[in-house]
Antibody
Framework: QVQLVESGGGLVKPGGSLRLSCAAS????????MNWIRQAPGKGLEWVSS????????YYADSVKGRFTISRDSAKNSLYLQMNSLRAEDTAVYYC?????????WGQGTLVTVSS | DIQMTQSPSSLSASVGDRVTITCRAS??????LAWYQQKPGKVPKLLIY???TLESGVPSRFSGSGFGTDFTLTIGSLQPEDFATYYC?????????FGQGTKVEIK
């Protein structure tokens, strides 16, 4: 069955960096859009970034453009999100989600807290 | 960028009620619209895609309609397990914007 397992979240100071990973299994990883979605505490869902076509096409939300980098490794069936210059407003649960492009499977999420 | 606006932001309803949630796009998105359900502390779940296609395994009391800029999610007869927050999302291109959510609460 399809599984998405995120890791790498934690507490980081403003201006710091963090790298999230998402291990995928149960499907042909390279056949799907892969996405990062986040949800700040008590708030709604926010699309963060998508990577399509084995990594040749990438999109970012304006709120993270220039600070976050999405990547994928088809050999490892893994999705990544490198987050630099983190801000308090980046505090959220970060979900990895498979896209068809509609988001049919989601991981359980990993919490990123940006605080001094 | 295209904005997605849901209404209402919250509603109170009783078991058995028919519930309708609307989602409006600031520009036309054809039928590139999905609906998700999220229960407290849980992961979002895909309910409907292509505006009106029910995802496999989703109960038939859920239905979607619309094209272009105006879309609706209808729950035909509200069940106890349907109390949750519902989100629409456009996916006709980046950014894949979500609506702000509609919380369905017990009356």
């Amino acid at each position: 069955q399809v599984q998405l397992v995120e890791s790498g979240g934690g507490l980081v100071k403003p201006g710091g960096s963090l790298r999230l990973s998402c291990a995928a299994s149960g499907f042909t990883f390279s056949d799907y859009y892969m996405n990062w979605i986040r949800q700040a505490p008590g708030k709604g869902l926010e699309w963060v970034s998508s990577i399509i076509n084995r990594g040749t096409t990438i999109y970012y939300a304006d709120s993270v453009k220039g600070r976050f980098t999405i990547s994928r490794d088809s050999a490892k069936n893994s999705l990544y999100l490198q987050m630099n210059s983190l801000r308090a407003e980046d505090t959220a649960v970060y979900y990895c989600a498979r896209g068809r492009p509609e988001l049919d499977y989601w991981g359980q999420g990993t919490l990123v807290t940006v605080s001094s | 960028d295209i904005q997605m606006t849901q209404s209402p932001s919250s509603l109170s309803a009783s078991v058995g009620d028919r519930v309708t949630i609307t989602c409006r796009a600031s520009q036309g998105i054809r039928n590139y619209l999905a609906w998700y359900q999220q229960k407290p502390g849980k992961v979002p779940k895909l309910l409907i895609y292509a505006a009106s296609t029910l995802e496999s395994g989703v109960p038939s009391r859920f239905s979607g309609s619309g094209f272009g800029t105006d879309f609706t999610l209808t729950i035909g007869s509200l069940q106890p397990e349907d109390f949750a927050t519902y989100y629409c999302q456009k996916y006709n291109g980046a950014p894949w914007t979500f609506g702000q959510g509609t919380k369905v609460e017990i009356k």
